[in-house]
């Protein structure tokens, strides 16, 4: 999955661009990936509490291979704009499980490693798949990188199907799943105002990023191939780091690794824009790769260390909701800085947010991993 997803990352904002002309539609394009993320986090929280994880993961697989297949075929760009949706809502149904299975599966104080490790695994899709799609759009199109997508996510989806247990969370009381979510809404609304601003600033800041490196690799004159090498290289800075960072979360706890994260963030969106070639728009995507390893799983590790036991699916549907406010956001955001003022202002205005949400993290945002122990039965 972490092959596809990736190279979608890169192929839609370039494929719009080429369809359009315009940076605005290839940020309204993230921005309706995002918002299908947005719109099928809760549904998706509810649906793995009530037919458990394999399930979810499957069909989340499935229809984003389907997904993919009819993008292939999309030549118009309201075609496009109308399959980027249910691409997002099948990317927050499989996210949705694995984030349900490891939070059951494992102790708080395995689950920086177990999270990061899985995190890890999406950063190696990351290298690989903006590589690959970056290629095969440059030798055969974008259609033919498409359909390699879908092919590629159509067997994480066989695989999913013949080896991933069925785990179900733990039952939830026999009451409406609307009155549910309103309960955890008002009484977990201090950590949703607090972790979540936490939590949509850091997501804020990956999806801006993952939208403007294309967007400034055309801007200075790079092919999609140039620019799918630039995000590997980024990529590999942020998958070598997977592991150690797990263990400074689950040694030191989550904030250890998550201020210097956010430090790094906005230095690599403030260089973003000084981009004016290969090399310049190589060392700005390197610092955001740093940057983004740094606190690899971090937004989901909080959401575990705080979700209550009994209704975690839905208070996990809740918190992907809210942090991918930021997925949705970023994208919308920058095409609107963008058609109003320039990228370069986008890069800047975000990098002013990313700050704003460390000020929180650092000095009002208690570290969860002792609370995630404060929950948890001794072993």
């Given at each position: ?11 839609l ?61 999309a ?22 499980g ?79 799943h ?48 140039t ?77 575990m260390d705080l ?7 839905q ?65």
């Amino acid at each position: 999955m972490a092959v596809a997803n990736q190279a979608m990352l890169l192929l839609l904002p370039l494929y719009a661009l080429e369809l359009s002309g315009s940076a605005a539609y290839a940020a309204l394009i993230m921005g309706l990936r995002g918002f299908g993320i947005l719109l099928f986090d809760v549904p998706a929280g509810l649906l793995v509490s009530r037919f458990g994880d394999k399930w979810v993961l499957f069909w989340g697989l499935a229809i984003l291979a389907v997904s993919m297949l009819f993008l292939a075929a999309a030549t118009e760009q309201w075609v496009v704009a109308l399959f980027v949706v249910p691409l997002g809502a099948a990317h927050a149904a499989w996210f949705l499980g694995w984030l349900s299975y490891i939070t059951d599966s494992c102790p708080p104080g395995e689950r920086g490693r177990a999270t990061s490790v899985l995190a890890g695994i999406q950063r190696f899709g990351a290298f690989a798949g903006p590589l690959a799609g970056g290629v095969i759009a440059a030798a055969f199109g974008f259609p033919a990188a498409f359909l390699v997508g879908a092919v590629v996510a159509a067997v994480a989806a066989l695989l999913s199907f013949f080896f991933t247990d069925n785990i179900h969370p733990a039952k939830p009381a026999d009451t409406s799943h609307i009155k549910t979510i309103g309960r955890i809404l008002v009484s977990n609304r201090k950590i949703f105002s607090t972790a979540g601003s936490v939590a949509l600033a850091f997501q804020l800041m990956r999806a801006t990023r993952q939208l403007l490196v294309p967007l400034f690799g055309v801007i200075v004159g790079l092919d999609a191939a140039t620019i799918g090498l630039i995000y590997a290289l980024s990529a590999a800075v942020d998958m070598s780091l997977f592991y150690p960072v797990g263990i400074v979360m689950d040694r030191w706890g989550r904030k250890w690794a998550g201020i210097p994260s956010i430090l790094v963030f906005v230095l690599g969106l403030i260089l973003l824009p000084f981009s004016d070639g290969f090399y310049t728009l190589l060392g700005a995507g390197l610092i955001l790769g740093l940057a983004n390893g740094l606190s690899v799983g971090l937004v989901q590790l909080i959401g575990m260390d705080l979700s209550p036991p009994e209704q975690r699916g839905q208070f996990l549907g809740v918190w992907r909701l809210i942090s991918d406010v930021g997925w949705v956001g970023g994208p919308l955001l920058a095409g609107v800085l963008v058609d109003v003022l320039s990228l370069s202002a986008a890069s800047f205005f975000v990098a002013g947010i990313g700050f704003v949400g460390g000020l929180v993290f650092l000095f009002i945002v208690p570290d969860t991993l002792h609370i995630a122990r404060g929950r948890s039965p001794p072993p």
